[in-house]
């Protein structure tokens, strides 16, 4: 007994046919996608091996940095000390030598005179000056013995 094959029968032969490429395919892709995956591994670990490598290299280079910022803080100090140097050298001083014991009188001693010497010396860059004093006070009232 034979039976006839009418155009169902094809279709669901011809439906089956293209599954089986469909499924083809998807196994095509599905390796091509794993390929894909191991080769962006194989990426990622070399990645990641050179950034450990840069890691340790930026590292490097901060300590580096931090020591070298610590020496440039040691050279800028030590330069404006050498500028403050150079000022000081450049201003003029002035000091006062007092010569001999003040002679002072009495608190109550009304018309006596204080008297002081004293040397003024002036000096600097090049510069040199020698000055010599004599003050004299007079105490002509009894309200200024008063002052503190």
């Not at 095509?28 to 990426?43: P, S, Y």
């Not at 002081?116 to 004299?136: M, N, T, V």
Request: net charge neutral; aromatic share 10%; glycine share 6%.
């Amino acid at each position: 007994m034979s039976i006839a094959k009418d155009w169902a029968d094809w279709g669901t032969w011809l439906f089956t046919f293209f599954l089986v490429v469909v499924g083809g395919l998807q196994v095509a892709l599905l390796c091509w996608t794993l390929r894909v995956i191991r080769r962006q591994a194989k990426e990622m670990l070399r990645q990641r091996i050179l950034m450990r490598k840069q890691w340790r290299e930026m590292s490097a280079q901060t300590e580096s940095l931090k020591e070298y910022v610590e020496e440039t803080k040691k050279i800028a100090k030590s330069t404006a000390d050498n500028v403050q140097i150079i000022i000081n050298k450049e201003r003029a001083r002035i000091r006062v030598e007092v010569l001999d014991d003040p002679k002072l009188v009495p608190h109550d001693a009304v018309g006596q005179i204080n008297e002081l010497a004293y040397k003024i010396f002036c000096d600097g860059s090049g510069i040199y000056h020698e000055i010599l004093g004599r003050s004299e006070g007079y105490c002509l009232e009894e309200s200024f013995l008063a002052l503190p």
